[in-house]
């Protein structure tokens, strides 16, 4: 493939080609849109987790940069960019160290016969499951048990589905959901869809004045004595419904399954 380049550089994929005096020269390549922003040292997972990304971008360097002056310059940028996101001086010269040694070590081993690895898996709760990996693996090393090693992880444990990645997101910022609307006093309620965050669509309930009001609006209208709030009233049935075809459709299939409650004519956004 031919492609003519005035500066001498070509990106490809993960690579920037460079050409000067008849020379090929590779390195990383990123976007000018690129942000430096990955998972932040603070994060509440894993320690692995947080080592194995600096050893992901160690290694696609190692992998791409056609020079060792490329390669450290590469290196520098990592750090200056993983810096930003929390990670210490120290903490990425060792693990660029060992980087480094383990690519010399794996070329000599290739030499003799691959040593056998076991795996143990414990369930990830903190600080706590650092100490215990320090004493189990101090504790094997002692007895000789050989190439052993310890991850932590949520997968497989009953305590992994106790604590998510994530917090669940708070009732009044959900979007993209079809819910249920009640009154305290009456057994009327009203069905609907929104693409929006909870709490926005309630407050357009709640308005009494303007040329657009809802069936459900209508009803608070018509029947002062009736009142709803946000929290006891506000019911979402369905979750992350991001397409519009698909909210649509599970917006029908639930009016469907209540069709012989009490229920106030649909309105659609």
Partial sequence: MDHECTSGTIPFLDLLIRKENNNISISVFRKPTHSGVYTHYS??????YKRQLVL???????????????LHLEFEQLKTMLKRNGYTQHLLDN????????????????????????????????????????????CLSRIGCGSVRLITTYDYTRV???????DRQPK??????????????????????TARCSYARFSEHQRKRGPLLTEFTQHLVDNPSHKANFTDNFHIIKYGLNFTRTRKLAETLTIQEHADDTMVYQYAE
């Fill in 95 to 138: 693990i660029i160290g060992r980087f480094l040694e383990s690519e010399y070590n794996d070329k000599l081993s290739l030499l003799g016969p691959e040593p056998r690895k076991a795996y143990i898996r414990l369930p990830y709760i903190g600080d706590a499951s650092e100490k215990a990996k320090g004493v189990i693996t101090s």
């Fill in 160 to 166: 992994g589905g106790c604590f998510p990645y994530k």
């Fill in 56 to 70: 992901t971008l160690l290694n696609r360097a190692y992998s791409i940069c056609s020079s060792y002056e490329l």
């Fill in 172 to 193: 009044h910022l959900t979007s993209g959901v079809v819910y249920k609307l009640t009154f305290n006093s009456c057994p009327v309620f009203y069905i609907g869809e």
């Fill in 43 to 48: 994060s509440f997972i894993p320690f692995q």
